[in-house]
């Protein structure tokens, strides 16, 4: 793997730490695996991805083992794996990216080409579409 910077979307956090990393690609795997271990490769969360987690959470699509603060502070009890900011820049992006419908989805984007890194992402439409570098 060379990609040594990441942004996540949201299902692959989802995968990895709520269902063992099971539905993950075999790079995207490898890159959490190296993020929780402190070696090679940070991933950044969005703050959008945060948000739609906490949807998930409260619609109950999604069991966390914790509270969901303190499973949020847990997540970035990693070294590795760092928040990310949804800045001013961050929305004039998210502005230009009109592939999707999906709030969540444009902001996640936005933030990905925004710092110009790929995005951790099985999403159909993201691959269809390819509005960033993907990383799977």
């Known amino acids: 793997m060379t990609e040594r910077l990441l942004i996540t979307d949201t299902h692959p956090i989802i995968y ?4 063992g990393g099971k539905r993950l690609g075999k790079k995207a795997l490898v890159a959490f695996k190296e993020a ?13 991805v945060l948000w739609e987690l906490a949807m998930l959470v409260e619609d109950n699509d999604i069991e966390l083992d914790k ?17 990310l900011p949804f800045d001013v820049e961050a929305v004039k992006a998210f502005y230009d990216v009109r592939y999707h419908t999906d709030p969540f989805d444009r902001a996640i984007v936005a933030t990905a080409i925004l710092m110009d890194l790929p995005l951790i992402s099985n999403d159909g439409k993201m691959h269809e579409h390819s509005p960033c570098k993907l990383f799977w």
Request: hydrophobic content about 40%; aromatic content about 20%.
């Open 67 to 83: 509270p969901f603060a303190q499973w949020i502070d847990c997540l970035f009890q990693y070294p590795a794996i760092n928040p």
């Open 36 to 48: 929780v271990s402190g070696t090679q490769t940070t991933i950044f969360v969005p703050t959008p």
């Open 16 to 19: 990895f730490f709520c269902d």
